[in-house]
Nanobody
Framework: VQLQASGGGLVQAGGSLTLSCSVS??????????IGWSRQAPGDIREPISC????????YTRPSVKSRFTISRGSAKNMVYLQMNSLKPEDTALYYC???????????????????WGKGTLVTVSS
């Protein structure tokens, strides 16, 4: 499974960005795959932000950003998006998407699940 995150950039505080995650690989045609977004700020550990189930019906977004970030699946099965609004300087980080195989189409990412990571996309929010 291969993933590519894109859409990062420099934005002023209060602005918006939409990150895209393109997922590919033969394995996607078999089983269920939840897709999650995580971020890592300089000097910090990577933290999970949001996850969407294989069928798109279940989502989770960490409470600290839930009012501002929205995860969604595109009409194309292999695309997942993270809409980020009202960005703050503390949102500055390298954002990664990851794929995780699940046993049910409704299941979300598991903190201990095996994940396939793509390269991150940098989001910088200026004050």
């Amino acid at each position: 499974v291969q993933l590519q995150a894109s859409g990062g950039g420099l934005v002023q505080a209060g602005g918006s960005l939409t990150l895209s995650c393109s997922v590919s690989g033969d394995a996607l045609d078999f089983g269920y795959w939840a897709i999650g977004w995580s971020r890592q700020a300089p000097g910090d550990i990577r933290e999970p932000i949001s996850c969407i189930s294989s069928n798109g019906r279940s989502t989770y977004t960490r409470p600290s950003v839930k009012s501002r970030f929205t995860i969604s699946r595109g009409s194309a099965k292999n695309m997942v998006y993270l809409q980020m609004n009202s960005l703050k300087p503390e949102d500055t980080a390298l954002y990664y998407c990851a794929a995780e195989e699940t046993s049910h189409s409704d299941y979300l990412c598991d903190a201990h699940g095996v994940k396939y990571w793509g390269k991150g996309t940098l989001v910088t929010v200026s004050s």
